[in-house]
């Protein structure tokens, strides 16, 4: 508690402000496929999912954040944010409503995708934004929408530093090693949790719980994360075959690798490289 009391000290003395907002019903494109800003913004998706690239600004910083939060590809829960000066390039996967948002802070928001724990919490409140909006548009609300948009920004901000900070809190060097080792070796088809835990000198089951509970996620779900979002890569920058994929991700089939593909996201992967 003492840790978010600090946060909130330092968001009341850095503040936000908004600049504008977009709250957009289910569409199968965006209007724009990228745009640079001279602010913060903020991208995130309601339902369906988008895939993102924050460049220029943002590619130098890089190596602090790392590569993989720059691109990639979002659902619900996932916030995609861009600093000011950078380039933010977006295109549907799924037909998508989505909330976006340009503002002012003097705070340094994670750069790139974080996924946020309290997904609860992000839909109430974008809930409350589309009932607020729809009363508006009705003449039924003197409240003005955008005060409820600036809060929804100023909410996901504070959420998301206080999850961050409690993950640093939490995180530990077993974690970080496994972390390491399935980045490493994610793409060898005989890696399995024994192993893993083997490597590090533990049993399955003590670091399975440990796992979970710093990233939310047992290891084998984490690893199976890591080989479908280079499977995805792979599909949209690549003219590989599905084998081919399936072997740099770590299955010894296509027909396997589809199989996981479907049933995680929803697309089979030939109908996911075609979109």
């Known amino acids: 508690m003492a840790i978010l009391v600090e946060i909130m000290h330092i968001f009341d003395a850095a503040g936000s402000s908004l600049d504008g907002y977009l709250l957009a019903p289910r569409r199968s494109r965006f209007s724009f496929g990228s745009d640079t800003y001279e602010g913060w913004c903020m991208l995130l998706p309601r339902n369906g999912a988008f895939s993102y690239e924050v460049e220029e600004v943002a590619a130098r910083r890089a190596r602090a954040v790392g590569e993989a939060g720059l691109r990639g590809e979002a659902g619900f829960g996932d916030i995609v944010i861009s600093p000011p000066g ?23 928001p994670p750069i790139g995708c974080s996924r946020l724990r309290d997904v609860d919490r992000l839909r109430a409140n974008l809930s409350l934004l589309e009932s607020m909006q729809a009363a508006c548009d009705e003449g039924r609300q003197r409240l003005d929408a955008g005060l409820v948009a600036a809060h929804v920004v100023d909410d996901v901000l504070i959420t998301m530093l206080w999850e961050r900070t409690r993950e640093g809190a939490r995180e530990d060097v077993l974690v970080r090693k496994a972390i390491a080792f399935i980045q490493e070796c994610f793409a ?12 590090l000198g533990v049993s399955s089951s003590l670091l399975s719980r440990r796992f979970r509970d710093v990233r939310g996620v047992t290891p084998v779900q984490y690893l199976r994360g890591v080989r479908l979002q280079r499977a995805r890569e792979l599909l949209t920058g690549t003219d590989l075959t599905l084998q081919t994929i399936a072997e740099q991700c770590g299955y010894r089939s296509a027909f396997y690798l589809s199989r996981v593909f479907k049933a995680t996201t929803g697309q089979s992967p030939s109908e996911y490289r075609a979109g």
């Open 188 to 199: 060898s088809p005989d890696l399995s949790l024994g192993d893993l835990a083997r490597t």
């Open 86 to 108: 950078s380039t933010l390039r977006r295109r549907m996967r799924t037909p998508t409503s989505f909330f976006f948002a340009r503002f002012r802070t003097a705070l340094e």
